[in-house]
């Protein structure tokens, strides 16, 4: 599948999450579903709005931090947990237009409840195999990049 085009370059995934071998595996996951658009990762809630900021280590391009057309974001992080990482994305006027997807391991009908009141565009609980992540991944994929149109990249981003 190729990458949707907003410009001269496929939109960036952002994923935030903690757990290395979650995000070697959504990375396999998306591969395998042929995905090739970028996709960075962060560990942490505060490391997510420093590179969305290009604050701390991603201050004056130290470390390259383009703007994600897509975040995925899981809930239960070191530092600033995804709950209120979505919530200063979504208060914040040059981010809160970037769709956040939460994947998480949480089944918790009030997380479900409160990030869609913050403003989460979607909530996916992580499947428990790696061909049930490559199912929710594949049919993910096609949603967000082949039927979903999202803003394009740069729009109101410093």
């Known amino acids: 599948m190729s990458p949707r085009d907003y410009g001269a370059t496929p ?4 994923m935030a999450d903690d ?3 979650d995000c070697e595996l ?3 996951a998306l591969a395998a579903s042929h995905l090739v ?3 960075r990762f ?9 590179y969305l900021r ?4 991603y201050r004056d391009g130290a470390r390259p931090a383009p703007r994600p057309g897509i975040i995925l974001l899981d809930l239960n992080m070191p530092k600033k947990d ?8 979504k208060a914040d006027e040059s981010l809160r237009q970037i769709p956040v997807v939460v994947l ?7 997380d479900v409840l409160r990030t869609y009141d913050l403003g989460v565009n979607s909530f996916i609980s992580k499947p428990v195999t790696f061909g049930s992540l490559v199912e929710v991944m594949g049919a993910w994929t096609r949603y967000w990049f082949e039927i979903v149109d999202l803003p394009r990249r740069g729009a109101a981003y410093g």
């Open 82 to 89: 995804g709950r209120e990482a979505l919530a200063e994305i």
């Open 104 to 110: 998480t391991t949480s089944r918790d009908e009030q």
């Open 37 to 39: 658009n970028p996709i």
């Open 54 to 57: 290009r604050e701390g280590p």
């Open 11 to 14: 939109i960036t995934i952002l």
């Open 19 to 21: 757990d290395e071998e």
């Open 26 to 28: 959504t990375q396999d």
């Open 42 to 50: 962060v560990s942490d809630g505060q490391e997510l709005l420093d």
